[in-house]
């Protein structure tokens, strides 16, 4: 399926592109009627996103945890990219899952700034995506498998490119050495205590990321998610937020609180950042928290 007519003939909401661009034809491209007469030579072809879910993958780092995805039968790339796009049915919203700019000091070794985009869950009027068939930038649009385009089941997109998003962003921190155990056991205690996953899903969730990474020790570091629940039952401290921002030299909690908030993680306390600076909440065993909304002192105390 490359041609205008062939997306046609199977009733796929197509559009025409200029030439070697991702730009439409014309100004009303969102709601004009297309027919194979609008077509020319050299135009790329567009999809239009109404009752399709395109899955962009604008950083490879993002493919390493492609099976948070729901299997899929429409597959393309470009140029010597086999995997950029995966297309389902189905009807979401554009949701895009970007690394925050505080944390820049760890992509700016990337070829390309579009990496600060990892991945894009694309859909919804007013969106398009180019498809196979077409030419941009110089490069091919092919497929990479072509068997059917299957709807996205339980409408979970969003949600699984979020657990491939904040995958990726914790491999880009990864340590390259030291600190790795506590690093991977910081991660297991956020996700013990903000979210409702068991203890396996943690540790795989967490395993993939050091598998990514080559870490040597990735078996130990897999089962944190099962060290940090039966801390919690025990009542005993668990490593988190606090933790991270020490690993990672970092003054200010928001940008943890962006990248976690991608799997439902909302902030345990929105003036943790406000007292960042404070080396007392970053204990290795003692998660200090903020003394209270008008607390002007700096001084931590736990959550009463």
Not at 139 to 157: G, R
Request: glycine share 8%.
């Amino acid at each position: 399926m490359i041609t205008p007519k062939e997306y046609l003939d199977m009733q796929l909401d197509i559009i025409p592109c200029q030439k070697d661009s991702r730009k439409p034809v014309g100004d009303n491209w969102q709601t004009k009627a297309i027919n194979i007469n609008d077509f020319l030579e050299g135009h790329n072809i567009g999809l239009r996103l109404g009752s399709h879910i395109d899955i962009d993958f604008d950083n490879p780092l993002a493919l390493k945890f492609i099976n948070y995805l729901a299997p899929c039968g429409a597959i393309f790339g470009k140029g010597d990219k086999k995997i950029t796009h995966l297309l389902y049915k189905g009807v979401s919203k554009k949701t895009s899952f970007v690394f925050p700019k505080e944390l820049s000091k760890w992509t700016n070794s990337f070829s390309d700034p579009h990496e600060n985009t990892i991945i894009e869950n694309r859909s919804g009027k007013g969106f398009q995506t180019i498809v196979p068939g077409s030419v941009v930038e110089g490069k091919e649009v092919k497929w990479n498998v072509l068997d059917s385009i299957s709807p996205y089941p339980n409408n979970t997109s969003i949600a699984d490119c979020g657990k491939v998003a904040l995958s990726t962003a914790l491999l880009i921190l990864y340590p390259t050495d030291g600190n790795r155990d506590e690093f991977c056991f910081a991660i297991g205690g956020v996700l013990a205590r903000y979210t409702k996953w068991t203890e396996n899903q943690i540790d795989e969730f967490i395993y993939n990321i050091a598998a990514a990474s080559n870490d040597e020790e990735v078996r130990s570091r897999g089962k944190k998610g099962t060290h940090a629940k039966k801390q919690m039952e025990s009542g005993a401290p668990v490593m988190g937020f606090p933790k991270l921002m020490e690993i990672l030299n970092l003054d200010d909690a928001k940008p943890l609180y962006d990248i976690f908030s991608w799997v439902g993680v909302k902030p345990p306390n929105k003036h943790l950042a406000a007292v960042g600076s404070c080396r007392s909440c970053r204990s290795a065993t003692s998660p200090h928290w903020p003394s209270g909304p008008n607390s002007t002192s700096g001084r931590c105390s736990p959550p009463g």
